[in-house]
């Protein structure tokens, strides 16, 4: 009878015990280099529910919204690739860690690039179409050798030059930047058509410097 009585008060603690460790509610950290990513979940409706950002402790029922032992978590920060993953609900109801890097968008960066070198051709030309307009065509020169200088793969540079030395009577150096403007941009039609021109004029200026 009694050792009836110890069996079941036993018996009566493991079960507490395991109610206990089944109560205790695990948290999941969230990690990122670099930090201050959001982390949301995904379910499985298409619902996304923001839980902060990293870095992140979050307890285990936030990051597992229903009763499946998985569940999507998506990372993301501006000017880097976004990052999804699944996570498995901890068996044993210990806490889960989970760090991350982060990749930069190399897209967004080519894309403010090309807005900032748009910006300065368009300074830059807007300023030596000023110069030519004035007839100061040194100083307009002078304009367009800096910016090729600074963008030497951008053919506008060259055309503009080309176009400088055109209005100076500098006919072999007015053909040279054409050409190398045709290089990187050969789909200009009416660039040809001034290139066969000067080339004709190139040959009664045989004495022009090269």
């Not at 018996?11 to 280099?33: D, P, R, W």
């Not at 090729?148 to 209005?167: A, F, H, K, T």
């Not at 007015?174 to 000067?198: C, D, F, G, H, T």
């Amino acid at each position: 009878m009694f050792k009836s009585r110890v069996l079941k008060l036993y018996l009566f603690l493991i079960a507490m015990n395991l109610l206990s460790a089944c109560s205790t509610s695990s948290t999941v950290k969230f990690q990122s280099t670099p930090s201050d990513a959001e982390v949301s979940v995904v379910e499985s409706t298409g619902i996304v529910t923001s839980l902060g950002k990293t870095p992140l402790t979050s307890n285990e029922s936030d990051v597992y919204k229903s009763t499946n032992r998985y569940t999507q978590i998506r990372i993301k920060k501006d000017g880097y690739l976004e990052n999804e993953i699944v996570l498995m609900k901890s068996t044993l109801g210990s806490d889960i860690s989970v760090n991350i890097q982060l990749k930069k968008d190399e897209t967004v960066q080519n894309v403010g690039e090309q807005s900032i070198t748009q910006e300065k051709v368009a300074n830059a030309i807007a300023r030596a179409n000023g110069l030519i307009q004035s007839k100061q065509l040194p100083e307009a020169e002078t304009v367009m050798l800096n910016f090729i200088e600074q963008y030497p793969s951008v053919s506008v540079g060259y055309d503009y030059l080309g176009n400088i030395y055109y209005l100076q009577k500098k006919f072999a150096k007015a053909l040279k930047n054409y050409n190398r403007a045709m290089s990187l941009n050969p789909q200009n039609a009416e660039r040809k058509i001034i290139v066969e021109r000067i080339q004709n004029l190139v040959k009664s200026q045989s004495g022009e410097v090269q």
